[in-house]
């Protein structure tokens, strides 16, 4: 039995086998091609599956999604932006498969649930920072999918005090600050010359006043954002991933104190913001975590 996890995301695709003995270097990765996205993905399947029969494959997506329609329409890939049957496709390339399809931030918090830093707690958010913002929310130990399959979509709450163009065609949305590619863009745009989000942490770990002050609002958004959201949802516990929360102390330092200054309700005093255990597989893994749901939802016997 093969079971695939798929997770398209704003750096590309990325396919590997659900079972027990696969290892992070198992992971197959694609960046998003300018024309022919579908062919890529298809082949990356193709290439993990290795000819074996797939029984279920699981995929998260960075959205919007239409997850009971099984369309996706991720802004990074400019062919499916109108929306792509992905499901669909899938199912055809691998007809006797399951193909379960989810955002990409439900399936990061079902990863955080199962295997990282959420484990031990029912409710939870659990956040991806990186080239865009993605969430996904646990509540009483199930994820929250939402009614279209959107729930998790963070990176558009807004943010008091910061009023930047998101592309949304909103403004002050977490996204348009917090995002690598809008930390990146804040700092060049303030005569910063590196190309990277990991220069960007080693420049301002130099003392870099530009890349110090991008981290500093990129950091305080967050805080300010988590700080909104946990009393509406009763939370004490934010787990925070991907390559921006990687980048120490000057985006830590003004998130923490941001939430130390605005969760101030008796009941959120005990709100904890910790960084992920999973690395850059959390998403991934949550992908594989639907597919082997599907299947063992199949094979259940029917009362």
Request: contains cysteine; negative net charge; glycine residues 12%.
């Amino acid at each position: 039995m093969t079971v695939l996890a798929l997770e398209i995301g704003p750096e590309g695709f990325a396919v590997t086998r659900v079972a027990d003995d696969a290892e992070a270097e198992d992971v197959r990765r694609a960046p998003i091609p300018s024309g022919a996205a579908w062919p890529t993905c298809r082949d990356l399947l193709l290439e993990v599956a290795q000819n074996q029969e797939v029984t279920a494959v699981g995929i998260a997506s960075s959205g919007p999604v239409d997850m009971a329609a099984g369309v996706v329409a991720p802004a990074d890939i400019p062919e499916w932006r109108t929306g792509f049957a992905l499901t669909e496709a899938v199912q055809k390339t691998f007809p006797t498969a399951l193909v379960q399809l989810a955002l990409d931030g439900v399936c990061l918090g079902l990863a955080e649930r199962n295997f990282g830093a959420a484990s031990q707690v029912m409710d939870s958010l659990s956040v991806s920072v990186s080239s865009r913002i993605s969430a996904g929310l646990m509540v009483g130990g199930f994820v929250v999918v939402g009614r279209t399959g959107n729930a998790g979509h963070f990176g558009h709450v807004l943010v008091p005090g910061f009023d930047d163009l998101c592309e949304c065609g909103g403004r002050g949305c977490l996204e348009a600050v917090a995002s690598g590619a809008s930390i990146l863009r804040w700092a060049r745009g303030n005569g910063w010359n590196g190309s990277s989000v990991d220069d960007l942490a080693e420049a301002a770990r130099a003392g870099d006043e530009i890349a110090v002050a991008a981290l500093n609002r990129a950091g305080t958004a967050l805080g300010r954002s988590i700080a909104s959201v946990a009393p509406l949802l009763d939370i004490d516990l934010v787990v925070l991933g991907g390559s921006v929360a990687r980048s120490g102390p000057a985006l830590w330092k003004p998130l923490t104190a941001a939430v130390a200054t605005h969760a101030r309700l008796g009941f959120l005093t005990a709100l904890r913001v910790i960084p992920s255990e999973l690395e850059n597989v959390g998403i991934l893994a949550g992908a594989g975590l639907l597919a082997l749901m599907a299947a063992e939802a199949a094979s259940a016997p029917s009362e």
